[in-house]
């Protein structure tokens, strides 16, 4: 007799914790339906799996939250500014999203952004942005779960094409009203 045979199974709690910073590093990047999503900066793409690790160790230890950081939700909204003009409200959720990432690369935030109203966010914008996170997370967890979804199904045998590469997935459903 193996031990393996007497190891308990994980729970969903813990397998959801692999499952998440797998999802981390292979999730696809979400991004604003627009013509524009394929001009995002390769330098702020190549940073998200690093926050997205980050965020998930700081989520699992807070015990709150979504995995999401301001560098994803900055790579989210960067092909809407291109598509027409933004609010005040957007443009401040925007540039307190590129401060923000930009502290996160340790790189120098241009004199002309590092005005006091792009730092600080009030209450209503914040919940803004915690629902930009949340529906970010809620799409990259729907696209994970298609992509096992047709994994398991060649898996068991039909003759079905599953794409292996990670892409940007647009999104079809309801955005949350700020955009």
Not at 13 to 41: C, H, M, Q, R, Y
């Amino acid at each position: 007799m193996t031990l393996a045979g007497l190891q308990p199974k994980p729970t969903k709690e813990e397998t959801g914790w692999v499952e998440n910073l797998v999802g981390a590093l292979t999730d696809p990047i979400i991004v604003f339906p627009s013509p524009w999503k394929d001009d995002i900066p390769e330098d702020l793409k190549k940073q998200i799996p690093l926050e997205r690790l980050i965020m998930n160790i700081k989520v699992e230890h807070d015990g709150k939250g979504v995995p999401v950081g301001d560098l994803e939700a900055l790579v989210y909204m960067f092909p809407r500014t291109m598509d027409s003009p933004m609010t005040d409200e957007q443009n401040r959720l925007y540039f307190y999203c590129f401060n923000q990432a930009m502290k996160f690369m340790h790189k120098e935030v241009p004199d002309d952004l590092k005005l006091k109203r792009y730092e600080e966010l009030t209450d209503y914008e914040m919940r803004q942005l915690d629902d930009l996170k949340r529906f970010i997370w809620d799409r990259r967890v729907k696209a994970r779960k298609e992509r096992a979804r047709g994994e398991t199904t060649a898996a068991a045998g039909e003759t079905k094409t599953v794409n292996h590469e990670t892409k940007e997935l647009e999104v079809k459903t309801v955005q949350p009203s700020f955009f």
